[in-house]
């Protein structure tokens, strides 16, 4: 692991039982608030799209867009947001998927990709996959290809990446 990368592991803190028992929560605000890491964070992310651009970075609610809008500001193409169901303005189209308790569903608007772009979801943290999966459901929904899902943090115990088997997957952390 580069120095730079124990850093970023370093700054990220460990908040049990948040928001509900026995939910480990992963507060990267610690890491956010220090301009070297929060900036070399974003640079993992750039440096494997910025040979082969992808058509937009799509940011998950709500830590994914932290790290998705510098994403995209820094290659230099759009930012799409998929947001929890009710939030977005225009016409949508909708995922749901179920929780451990309960379902979500998320929602993204029906002009934000278009047939044949080729895009990369980008969120904070893969625990079952369930969320990002949903993402790629949505943008498969408007004829769009997923070319990467990027995490900062994968939590492994929940074997995401099952999910995700159909998709190219990075996370910079393991835990
Ligand atoms: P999942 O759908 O189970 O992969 O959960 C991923 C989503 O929930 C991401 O949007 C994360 O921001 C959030 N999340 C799940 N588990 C954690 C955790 N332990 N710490 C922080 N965020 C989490």
Known sequence: MSATLAEIKAAIRDIPNFPKPP??????????QQPKLFRAAVDLFVDRHSKQKPDAIIGIDARGFIFAGAVAY???????????????????????YELEY???????HIDAVKAGDRVVI???VLATGGTAAAAAKLVE??????AECDF?????????????????VFAALSY
């Not at 480990?24 to 890491?31: A, G, R, V």
């Not at 309960?102 to 993204?108: A, D």
């Not at 943090?153 to 074997?159: G, Q």
């Open 23 to 32: 939910v480990i929560f992963k507060d990267i605000t610690p890491m956010l």
């Open 102 to 108: 309960g379902r979500e569903t998320l929602s993204m």
């Open 122 to 124: 980008v969120d904070d």
């Open 74 to 96: 820094q290659l230099g193409v759009g930012f799409v947001p998929v947001r929890k169901k009710g939030k977005l303005p225009y016409k949508t189209v909708e995922e749901t």
């Open 141 to 146: 929904q408007l004829g769009a290809k997923v």
């Open 152 to 168: 900062l943090i994968e939590l492994k115990f929940f074997a995401g990446t099952a999910k995700l088997a159909k998709y190219p």
